[in-house]
Every structure is written in C-alpha cells, then in structure tokens.
C-alpha cells in the first residue's frame, strides 16, 4: 500500500477533518487522499474485508460468495473456522476467560439487504456465538440476547453446550491470577516476565458480493480477564459492526470502551456516507477518539492512548481500508483473486 510518510498524512488529515464539518470541500479533500492510498478491488467484483487473523475466514467467505450464498451466510461461516480453533485464545472455543476463570463470548452479524441486525453478549458454553447472533436476528423479534437468556436460546435451536476453557487458556489464565498481588497467597513464576499481559483480538469480517450487497460479523471472547458480565463492543450494533447496505459495512477491533463511546461503527459508516472514503473514515474517527482521550489512566503520553483500535472498512463501490491508532495494524483482503493480509494506515508510529 502506498503511504504519505505519518507526519504529512497527520497534518492533511486535520486539515480534512476541520474542512470536513464544514461541507463539501471536505469530501472532496478525503477523496484526493484516499486515490493516494487506496488499492479499489474492481468495480462489481466482491471483497472480503477482515482483520489480521481472518485469513482462513476471507478464503471460505469469498468461496461460498463466489458459488452464490448471501454475503451474511459467508461470512458466519468465515469466521466460524476461528471460533472452534482452539489456538486462537481471542475469540470462540479456546478464548481467554474473564477474571474467574469462565469463557464468555460475544457476537453480532448485520445483515445489508433486509437492514437487520441480531447479537450475543456473555454467552457461555457456546464455540460459535456468530451462528447464535445470526439466529436472534432470524428467528426472534429481538437484536440482543445475553448470558443464561442466549445459552438458553442457542440450546433451544440445538447447539451443544461445551466446556471453552482449554489448556492452553485456562494456564493463561492463571499466570495473570498469580501475579495479581504480592501479597495474596498465590505464587507466581518471576521467569514469566515482569507485566501480566492483557491481550485483546477478536475477529470482524465484512463482504459485499457482486449484486452490492453487504453484510458483518463481529466475534470475539472480549478482554481477557474482564470482570464476569463486562460486554465489550463486539454484540453492539453501531460499536462493534455497521451495515448500510447503500453505503458500506464497518468494523472495529480493540478497546472496545472507546469503540462503544464513539459510537464507532455508525459513525464510520456516516462518514462514508458523507463521501469519505473507506480508510479516510477509519482514520478521521481515530484523530477524534484521540482527542476525546484525555483520562491519565489512558493515556501513554499527552494525546497518546495507551491503547489501539483497529478498523476495517469497505463501501458499496468495493473500496476498502483499515486504520490504526498505532503502526503495526494488519487486515485481510480477498478481492475476488487474492487473499492477502496488509498493513493498515495508522496515526501515530509508536506510543
Ligand atoms: N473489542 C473487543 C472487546 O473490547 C476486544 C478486542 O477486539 O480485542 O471486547
């Protein structure tokens, strides 16, 4: 991907940003950035758009589109490939659990043609709270089922309920626990290392086929370690995913507070709406959540969060893009020929 250097692409991008909320001329200025640094898949062929580790998700995805299923369809069944495999510990069977040790998953899927919607929050037992959200959207007159209410729900339609906590998991888990306090009676292993890591990951997946039409997921086993019942963004429709089949379909990775603060899926949307294009929208909500972070305890430094987000875009002309708050982002791509992982823009090189 062909990239102004950081500095020159921050600058501009203000420079859009204020234009922006004036009008017109901004649309206008996004979209010259945009044409620098956006590689459209061609007009009317499909795309898959996903993050870093939906991969394996892209390749299935873009198969069954390429043989004629609903874009939704494909990409619930993309991502169930990363929800039963064990080795992925952010989302699905395998997931970190929160702070006692319990798996608690969270999904939502939108649908572009119908303009619906349907969602899980701290579903346990489950390995594919995506085909569960796809469920509540198809068969209930509701968008959001949670805890004993969804596990009832999916048992009800026939999933098997299982134990998600593996080994693999279930020993991360307990290194954090040991290291929680030097003062408790846990003991933990100095050649761990130093900090307990809280690792994040979830994987979103967006597609729109060659009739444009356009559809997400979100899934994911939310903050490792989180308190029992913290639902993130990934089951908020507008946070964790949006859809609009006129326009485009978005989603975010990350902290999922800042996702559901900002409002983050709609607003990306809007802005794409508004003419921006998909990698320009990403990053213009980005520059306004970093402004808007100004709690110390989120902050590494003056106007840095010590946390990321990542964001996934594609509109209805088949363009796509993915942003950043740091360097180091990737995403996945299928544009119809090749599946190939790349590396999103970003705002800042480094904390
Ligand atoms: N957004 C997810 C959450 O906050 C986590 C992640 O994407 O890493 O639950």
């Not at 979209?31 to 061609?42: H, T, Y």
């Not at 906590?165 to 954090?176: E, Q, S």
């Not at 990321?308 to 360097?327: Q, T, W």
Request: charged share 25%; glycine share 12%; net charge negative.
């Amino acid at each position: 991907m062909k990239r102004d250097s950081d500095l020159s692409r921050r600058d501009f991008l203000r420079a859009g940003l204020v234009a922006g909320l004036a009008g017109g001329a901004a649309a206008r200025l996004a979209a010259s950035v945009a044409r620098e640094s956006i590689e459209p898949a061609q007009r009317g062929m499909p795309v898959i758009i996903a993050s870093g580790n939906g991969l394996r998700a892209s390749e299935r995805a873009m198969a069954m589109i390429k043989a004629g299923a609903d874009t939704l369809d494909a990409v619930v069944a993309g991502v169930n490939i990363v929800e039963e495999d064990p080795s992925d510990m952010s989302v699905g069977y395998g997931g970190l659990p929160n702070e006692r040790g319990d798996v608690e998953l969270d999904s939502c899927v939108m649908h572009g043609p119908t303009y619906n919607a349907g969602a899980v929050a701290s579903l346990r037992g489950i390995k594919t709270p995506s085909s569960v959200a796809k469920l509540v959207m198809e068969r209930t007159d509701h968008i959001l089922l949670v805890g004993p209410g969804a596990l009832a729900f999916a048992k009800a339609h026939g999933f098997e309920e299982v134990d998600l906590l593996t080994d693999n998991a279930r020993r991360a888990w307990l290194r954090w626990k040991e290291r929680l306090s030097k003062s408790d009676d846990w003991l933990d292993d100095e050649e761990i290392g130093a900090e307990a890591e809280r690792p994040t990951g979830t994987i979103n997946c967006c597609a729109l086929n060659e009739k444009g039409e356009l559809s997400g997921v979100t899934t994911t086993s939310g903050l490792a370690y989180k308190i029992p019942g913290r639902v993130g963004d990934s089951p908020i429709i507008g946070a964790g995913l949006y859809v609009d089949n006129d326009v485009g379909a978005f989603g975010p990775t990350g902290r999922g507070e800042a996702a559901i603060m900002s409002c983050g899926s709609r607003i990306v949307v809007e802005n794409m709406h508004r003419g921006m294009k998909p990698e320009d929208a990403a990053l213009e909500l980005l520059q306004r959540i970093c402004a808007k972070t100004t709690e110390k305890r989120l902050l590494s430094s003056p106007g840095k969060p010590n946390f990321n987000l990542n964001f996934y875009a594609v509109n209805k002309d088949g363009e796509y893009g993915a942003a950043a708050i740091y360097r180091g982002g990737t995403y996945v791509v299928h544009d119809g020929t090749t599946n190939t992982r790349k590396q999103s823009a970003y705002i800042y090189e480094g904390r």
